[in-house]
């Protein structure tokens, strides 16, 4: 089946790989929400004992200066002397599972169902870090030893847009100097492609109240005769687009240049069908006019509203006029753009179009993280088409992401490094939504592909890690 | 005090009077929790106990035709020969108490405190119900007789919405037959003012939902490429007003007059303090331009959102693309207006506004009230006018109610008879919330006008009121 004993040696033990994914999944490590505390804690227990038991040393947790936010886990195995050092990258957090109605099996057990495996985090990002995690073990227990130097940063706060991994970098800068960054984080585009992410778009955003009377009035005592919060909500929201889909906040496309003709033809000759895409998700195309849907995705930046709320949601009816509103709002970024000025930006939009007597606050950050893009020729870009080569038998095609991992910009802004996305996760595993699953031939396609680059990596020479660092 | 020997005697059992209605109040009749059954039973053996009492015959219990429902209790004393005859109308259903540990006393038990008496009920509308029954018991012990021809109809489902009033108008249209309604139900518009509610809005509304896609979406996967139901939420909404404040639904406004001069002048003759209601709620001044606060409120249809939500609403943020986003909304209507006929209109907006790909799908309706206006020259309303002024010393000045009161709209309509609103609640009493209290003054007052009212009725010919009703 596989020449590689490693490899072998992975493969071969499908049933613990399950037992130790399904105790991980079981951990229910929302760190968006407070009541899940315990469940964060669980996954740091469990990926602190399972790095321990297979040979990892050197384990820490790490968090900014002030100690505050979810701690990052570090692991090292460093006995590779002149080769490369990685750092590999994973997050232990997963998103919230709500709406709990519209899961099929409980969220937090693994179930098995059609070749695939459902619960939370385990497509995003929990079987992708397993996958890394055991493919290393599998080293370890056949050869005794790694190809290359690797240092393990396992974050704790990926879903909540990794508010502290920056002063995490920061604050130890010497413990986590490494040639590059291989993530396994950053899902697969699709199941029928082989392809490798180059790229990806960075994120912005808040929450904002709306507030436009001190308390809920009745429509029969005040109906047609004050403001309703939820109508200039609406109304504000309608305002960042126009009809057509264009966002219309002043300064947003800020330095935004048009995709140039090559990228456009090297986004055209991908085998896409984008018709098939909208019909399996029960969509139509929207948004921005003159882009074709990929350019959209990959090098358009977007603002979408992802909460929003206020007065009577119960059953039946009530006659309030809500005196408040809030919606939740992030931006989706290309690489020029600053988070910050963006959301500067629509903040000021926001302000400007808020109705007299209405008062508009932001009730929460959610953070920022720039756009990131890698290096044509980089040699860890080359490693990770070659390993993917060698295990799928198709040269993967090129692609970006239209997500965003905060680290990839954050790493090269503040380490000097570039970020290669290997996970084995692939994008349509419903990872923010229900039923969030993991395709089972990702399981083994994953760990003999991560073999397969460890050991590529372990023969690159660092000097040509050193050039792309200058 | 008074040269009238029936309110002298009313007047004078003030004691008795305050026995009874704390009788009645220590009933608790709340008609929407089945757990209260026997407080039902209670208050409903209460009335029928005291009408015997002091003469009035024919004692029922009406239901719809197939018996379901809280009973109405009817009475009748028809001793009055040609003069005018008159549906007296209550109810003895109560809101529930809850939230119980806001109440300063029990909340049935009848409580004097600071020249007011605190009670469920007491206010709405057990007090004023009262006020009308005692002064008829005044009536009929002193002189042996009433002035008018009255036939009682006592509700037991009005904080419940009426479900059972119309099926009992229908099944005993014969029985309630009269030649106009006079309401114990429906408050004074404020304690400074004498007034008189010649007209209430009515009420229609449903709730929406909007889907854009077969399910959640990432909006790392799918921003800028597909719709967002909040997004196509917020602009169906905007488009229901313009900038200004004016609905603009096509038909919304169908034979909807502006007020005539000289309503205009009868409503900015009354003294109201516009700013200081809006500071007492923290708000400023909205809605349709071109009218005054209390035109809006009361001559002005309404559109209000009264709930809106969708995607992610809990702390922290989530990247998602909301697939379905839902709004509850209510109208308030004027007189010309067809309930139906403006669902209709603005259901036909929403579909006609409503994206490509988007689907819309009504997820409930809240029911529907017209609007009802007594006719300026009505006679009941003339002795009404008359009875307050000869009491008060002030004439009342006419106003009436933007909530909506549907007894008013469903007597017209199955009896072909006007109503009158008599009640001598205020509408700050709480009457829907913690501490519910009742004006001591209002008592003396009620008695002296209920007693004022029937003797001028008494005067007037049933001709007038049978014009009326052509």
Redo the contacts between chains.
């Keep these: 089946m596989t020449a590689d004993p490693v490899t072998a040696a992975a493969l071969a033990d499908a049933e613990g790989f399950m037992a130790r994914l399904s105790a991980f999944i079981a951990q229910p490590s929302v ?4 009541s899940y505390a315990a469940g964060m804690e669980g996954a740091r227990t469990f990926l602190e004992s399972r790095l321990a038991e297979i040979g990892f040393t050197g384990l820490r947790r790490l968090t900014a200066s002030d100690g505050s936010g979810q701690p990052a886990i570090y692991a090292e195995w460093l006995g590779a002397g002149q080769a490369p050092t990685l750092l590999v990258y994973g997050h232990y957090d997963v ?2 599972p ?1 709406p709990l109605d519209l899961w099929h099996s409980a969220p937090f057990e693994a179930t098995p169902r059609d070749a695939r495996l459902y619960g939370r985090g385990v497509s995003d990002d929990k079987g992708p870090m397993m996958i890394a995690i055991e493919a290393m073990a599998a080293f370890l227990a056949v050869e005794g030893r790694l190809p290359v130097n690797v240092r393990l940063l396992l974050e704790g706060e990926e879903e ?2 990794s508010p502290s991994l920056e002063p995490i970098l920061v604050a130890h800068r010497d413990l986590l100097s490494a040639d590059a960054v291989l993530s396994a984080d950053g899902a697969r585009w699709r199941a029928d492609l082989v392809s490798i992410n180059v790229g990806n ?1 960075g ?1 912005c ?1 808040f ?1 904002i109240t709306l507030r ?4 809920d ?12 919060a ?2 200039e ?3 504000l ?2 305002s ?2 126009d ?1 057509a889909g264009r966002i219309m906040v002043e300064g947003f496309f800020d330095g935004v240049a048009d995709p140039t003709e090559a990228e456009r033809a090297e986004i055209a000759a991908i085998p896409f069908g984008e018709y098939e895409v ?1 019909d399996s ?8 006019p003159g882009y074709g ?1 990929l350019e ?2 990959w090098m ?3 603002l ?10 119960g059953p ?8 408040m ?4 709002l ?1 931006m ?1 970024l290309v690489p020029v753009q600053d988070p910050q000025a963006v959301q500067d930006a629509v903040l000021h939009h926001l302000r400007r179009h808020c ?3 209405a008062e508009l606050s932001v009730t ?1 950050d ?1 953070g920022a993280a720039g756009a990131y893009a890698v290096p044509g020729d980089h040699p860890l870009l080359a490693a990770a088409e070659g390993a993917l080569e060698t295990v799928t038998g198709a040269r993967p095609v090129r692609v970006r ?4 991992l905060p680290l990839t910009e954050i790493v090269k802004r503040k380490l000097g490094i570039d970020t290669v996305m290997f996970s084995f996760s692939t ?2 595993e ?5 039923n969030e699953f993991l395709r089972m031939s990702a399981i083994d396609e994953g760990l003999a592909a991560w073999v397969a680059i460890l050991r590529r990596v372990g023969r690159q020479s660092r000097t040509d890690y050193v050039r792309c660092r200058a």
């Design positions: 760190g968006a929400d407070p998103q919230p709500d909540t847009g778009r994120i955003g929450e436009t009377a001190a308390k009035l009745h429509s029969g005592r005040y109906g047609g005769v004050v403001p309703n939820l109508h909500m609406a109304a929201v309608s960042l687009r009809g909208l998700i029960g969509s139509v195309a929207a948004g921005e849907f959209r995705l358009r930046p977007t979408d509203v992802n909460g929003l709320w206020g007065g009577y949601t039946g009816s009530k006659t309030v006029i809500p005196n509103a809030h919606a939740k992030t989706r109705p007299p007597g929460e959610r992401i239209g997500a965003t994008a349509d419903d990872y923010h939504a229900p």
